[in-house]
């Protein structure tokens, strides 16, 4: 199994959500979170004064899936994600050693 993470733009949760629900993948977890990578923010001006705003809204995309789709559930959210301008976000894929469900203690693949 694996933990796939992404970092995207909030107005393109929706359309990935629907682009995964589409590959059959439809369990996850969305984090509303702030952060930068290469834009650094932007400056505006509120009330005449300038400001720079350092950090900005994202969404964290958690979802966890078998080895076999991991590859077709990147390409989804990659796809689908993207808007071409800076800013996009990105998706890391991490090794999950073990899962349980709670309410039927099944294991492994089954508690996906």
């Known amino acids: 199994m694996k933990l796939i993470t ?3 733009k909030p107005f393109k ?21 702030k952060g930068f990578g290469r834009q650094k923010g932007h400056t505006e001006i509120y009330r005449g004064s300038e400001y720079t705003v350092d950090f900005l809204p994202k969404i964290r995309m958690d979802v966890v899936v078998p080895d076999s789709a991991v590859e077709s559930a990147v390409s989804t959210i990659t796809k ?4 071409g301008k800076i800013g996009d976000g990105k998706v890391f ?20």
């Open 6 to 8: 992404a970092i995207i």
């Open 13 to 33: 949760l929706e359309e990935v959500k629907e682009a995964l629900a589409e590959i059959g993948i439809e369990g996850m977890t969305v984090t509303e979170v």
């Open 80 to 83: 689908s994600a993207k808007s």
């Open 93 to 112: 894929v991490s090794a999950i050693e073990q899962a349980v469900r709670i309410r039927t203690g099944d294991s492994g693949d089954n508690a996906v």
